[in-house]
């Protein structure tokens, strides 16, 4: 197909294999119509099953394999979510199989072939009634069709019918009596490229045409003759082939075979067509289809019955008036693009004069007067309603109609009622805005052409580019691989090879069972992870454990911080050495790179490695169930002990910010060592209602109300390149940028720059009490002194370290030594900062605090002076 159009005068365009939707859209701000606004695209995705409805499955996990009733959950192209009957609400036993292998049959059918039906075993201890439970089910109306479990039409989406090769008859554009046959030659997500019979050695541009297989013109073969249509071809092709030769493809045509699935599939979600009282010679606004580009005066030139009527473009030149196919269209009563009179003043758009009128201003009553003619009623149009999707500046994809091969990133420019406007992006030339009714046949929702495999032209790169708006800790931007399904589908497609053969081999992964009864550690959520699946494949290794994370990040507390313990360093990132997760979190999209194996071998090892990733028991999740007791004896664990004692102890950096605090950059600094530059954190306060929402700990990490989830190299991208925001009640403190805690009474003043440079030295102090200080200060009296003889601005790490062991906060210099705290982080940390950055609970926090608060005291009295 060529890309002629993508050629541009002194611009380069970007590269159609670098050409990114989620970039894009972020680069310009932008917005996509929603997926749902596309129904033509849905219903190609629809398989005639839906949830709710019922079918018998083979129980395969019991020796005899028996079959049971299960009700359908959610449907995702050819796979089916299936829940056992006898469950009820219960998702923890939900299972995903494939129509096209898994053994599945309508109500009823085990009885009719003797063959033996029990519930599995989870069933059996829910129901000890299962027979009553049987008889129930099978008494229900809801029984999936026969046919689509299985006949031909077995696990095939509406729009895998029509594969190339297949035949059809296309009905004539201005004469609904004639009809022609056509051959699919190709089938792209619905969008077929159909040879016209007869023409198999014409060049593909004048004897090919490419139509949504939903368009009213496409019928199955037989049809014409039902209908008692007249075949014949159309008359630029007459000239080609002597009648005798016509004949013979036509005779071709009448005998093809007729396909009852494919009939069904034809009529099945075809809207009825109302009867119309339009009469000819009555005038009306429209839209040429082979043209949409603006909106003119039309007349109603034959009426062929009550259902449809012609419509010719007016014109007033006389030079093609009495051509009854030039700018003639079929139409209906609830046909797009045609309107009332006056339609264009009252909406504020401009009317184009036909070709050949005399006055610069257009006036309905003088040209009605002029032709003698009057305009078709309101009555007779349809009530236009405004419930839509589109707005304008969103992004889609369209059709050129000037060269409908091609499609277009396309944005919308204006809405009105059910019509919008689109601009076309991608052009060598540039060309009107087109004008299309929402729900046109030739619009596509973004990344459906990468979706299907078609070639997107794609926009020129603008001269300017915009400045791109980033998070206050900017990530690091990685481009996602390209798509080759849809979002829902990409994670759903576990086909079971396994049970063809196709996947026997090193490159099938088995079952991936989730053991909901092991320790779930402190980023995941043990209730989320009680509510998934017991297992997900057999299947592809990469497809299976795609599926696996994407369960266990959305099962997180903060669904951000797992995909980041995940993702890959920078080095094997670089390399390609991985897939791309996403996550959601607060509102905001993330994803990153992420390692995953692809041979059954390795699979093993890599969920154990993985759940060691995440602080939780090995057991959690692989190819192995846990039925009883646990190996690793997980459930004596909680998560607090299990972090402190067996976890990571990886807690966020606090360190030294770059350039200290505002207050403090006339502070003495050392000499003769380089300060390694810190890594910038955010930490916010703490929702004390809301401590933890599983009963776990507050000393926890997941105990706190919000953490930050972008970190330095490592950090994700963020898919909507927004400033970070959080809630009134979520403020934001940053350690490097926020005032250091004020001590009472009163604040001190601002500290000046030290001339005189003293050698650092081990600081020396003392309390002016013998008994151990209690937390005074933060109950509004002031703190106990203590005397320093050097400045805290000049402290080690190991000066803090030997300070904190003077104190009863012992126990936790090894944090201040682990996250290398110096003087300078130390006067900024205040009680939300050691909660959240130290994970302490708050008793030993209001402790710490207290201590520091005494150093602050002392510096800003004696030091800061």
């Known amino acids: 197909m060529s890309h002629e159009l993508l050629e541009s005068d002194g611009d380069s365009s970007l590269d159609v294999s670098d050409f990114n939707w989620d970039d894009y859209l972020e680069e310009n701000g932008a917005v996509s119509v929603p997926h749902h606004a596309f129904k033509h695209v849905d219903q190609g995705l629809q398989t005639g099953l839906t949830p709710g409805m019922k079918l018998e499955v083979c129980v395969r996990s019991e020796t005899d394999q028996p079959y049971w009733v299960a009700t359908i959950i959610t449907t995702c192209g050819q796979l089916l979510l299936l829940r056992y009957e006898g469950y009820h609400d219960d998702r923890r036993a939900d299972f995903w199989c494939d129509i096209m292998t898994a053994d599945l049959h309508p109500l009823g059918w085990s009885r009719e072939q003797s063959k033996p039906m029990r519930p599995p075993e989870g069933v059996r201890e829910k129901q000890p009634d299962w027979e009553g439970v049987l008889e129930k089910a099978l008494a229900e109306k809801c029984s999936a069709p026969a046919n689509l479990l299985e006949g031909p039409q ?16 296309l009905q004539d554009s201005v004469d609904p009596g004639v009809a022609w046959g056509a051959e699919v030659e190709e089938n792209m997500g619905g969008r077929l490229r159909l040879r016209l019979a007869g023409t198999e050695r014409l060049p593909d541009t004048h004897s090919t045409l490419w139509l949504y297989y939903l368009h009213p013109r496409l019928h199955p073969p037989g049809w014409a003759k039902e209908h008692g249509c007249t075949l014949r071809p159309p008359s630029a092709l007459v000239p080609l082939h002597t009648e005798e030769e016509w004949e013979e493809v036509r005779q071709r045509i009448s005998n093809q075979p007729h396909d009852e699935a494919l009939s069904e599939e034809f009529y099945k979600d075809r809207p009825a067509i109302a009867a119309h009282c339009f009469t000819e010679g009555m005038k009306l606004e429209a839209v040429d289809p082979t043209s949409p580009f603006c909106i003119s005066p039309a007349t109603v030139i034959k009426v062929f019955s009550d259902k449809c009527f012609l419509v010719k473009m007016d014109s007033l030149r006389g030079d093609d008036s009495g051509a009854e196919g030039v700018g003639s269209f079929l139409c209906h009563r609830d046909s797009p693009g045609i309107f009332p009179a006056q339609w264009s003043l009252k909406n504020g758009l401009p009317l184009s004069p036909p070709p050949g009128y005399q006055g610069q201003d257009f006036d309905w009553a003088d040209y009605l007067k002029q032709c003698q003619a009057e305009a078709a009623p309101q009555h007779c149009f349809l009530t236009e309603q405004s419930d839509h999707s589109f707005k304008e500046a969103m992004k889609l994809e369209a059709v050129n109609p000037i060269s409908p091969e091609h499609i277009h990133v396309a944005t919308v420019t204006k809405v009105k009622g059910q019509h919008i406007w689109l601009g076309l992006e991608g052009l060598k030339q540039a060309i009107p805005e087109l004008i299309a009714h929402v729900d046109s046949l030739d619009i596509f929702p973004v990344s459906w052409c990468e979706t299907n495999g078609y070639p997107l032209l794609y926009p020129i790169k603008p001269k300017v580019e915009k400045q791109r708006r980033i998070a206050v800790v900017q990530p690091e931007k990685h481009r996602a691989p390209p798509k080759s399904t849809t979002p829902d589908t990409l994670r759903l497609q576990l086909a079971s090879q396994s049970e063809t053969g196709q996947g026997n081999g090193k490159y099938c992964c088995p079952k991936i069972f989730f053991n909901h009864r092991c320790f779930s550690g402190p980023y995941l959520n043990k209730g989320r992870i009680a509510e998934l699946p017991q297992c997900v494949g057999p299947g592809n290794c990469v497809l299976v454990l795609k599926e696996v994370l994407t369960l266990l990040i959305n099962s997180a507390y903060k669904p951000s911080r797992v995909l980041r313990e995940l993702q890959l360093d920078q080095e094997d990132r670089w390399h390609g050495h991985g897939e791309t997760l996403k996550a959601k979190y607060k509102g905001k999209s993330y994803r990153a790179t992420v390692e995953i194996v692809r041979t059954a071998d390795c699979v093993a090892e890599f969920c154990r490695k993985t759940c060691i990733k995440l602080e939780c028991c090995p057991n959690l999740f692989g190819p192995r169930m846990v039925l009883e007791r646990c190996s690793e004896n997980c459930s004596v664990l909680t998560k607090t002990k299990y972090t402190y004692y067996y976890g990571k102890k990886k807690c966020k950096r606090v360190g ?15 000499r003769g060592r380089r300060r390694k530059r810190r890594k910038q954190l955010f930490v916010h306060k703490k929702r004390r209602s809301s401590a933890s929402l599983d009963n776990t700990p507050a000393g926890s990490p997941q105990g706190s109300g919000d953490e930050e989830d972008l970190d330095d190299e490592n950090s994700l991208s963020d898919d909507t390149g927004s400033e970070l925001q ?44 013998n008994h151990p200080p209690s937390p005074k200060s933060l109950r509004g009296e002031a703190p106990q002194k203590l005397c320093l003889d050097t400045s805290p601005l000049e402290w080690s790490v190991t000066d803090v370290v030997c300070f904190i062991r003077t104190t009863d906060c012992a126990p936790l210099a090894r944090i201040f030594l682990d996250q290398e705290i110096d003087g300078q982080a130390l006067l900024l940390l205040n009680l939300p900062t050691l909660q959240e950055c130290m994970d302490l609970k708050l008793g030993p926090a209001i402790k710490l605090c207290h201590h520091i608060e005494r150093v602050k005291l002392e510096f800003y009295q004696k030091f800061a002076t």
Do not use: F, W
């Not at 095939?156 to 008859?169: R, T």
């Not at 030294?656 to 050392?670: A, D």
């Not at 009640?729 to 601002?750: L, N, V």
């Open 726 to 769: 959080d809630d009134q009640d979520d403020s934001e403190y940053s350690i490097g940028k926020s005032q250091p805690p004020t001590p009472s009474p009163s604040p001190p003043a601002t500290p000046r720059p030290t001339r005189k440079r003293r050698k650092p030295r081990s600081p020396s102090y003392s309390d002016d009490e």
């Open 154 to 169: 077995r696990g095939k989406d509406p729009v895998d019918l029509m594969s190339p090769g297949c035949s059809v008859e």
């Open 656 to 670: 030294r910010p770059p350039g200290g605090h505002s207050n403090l950059e006339g502070g003495v600094k050392r």
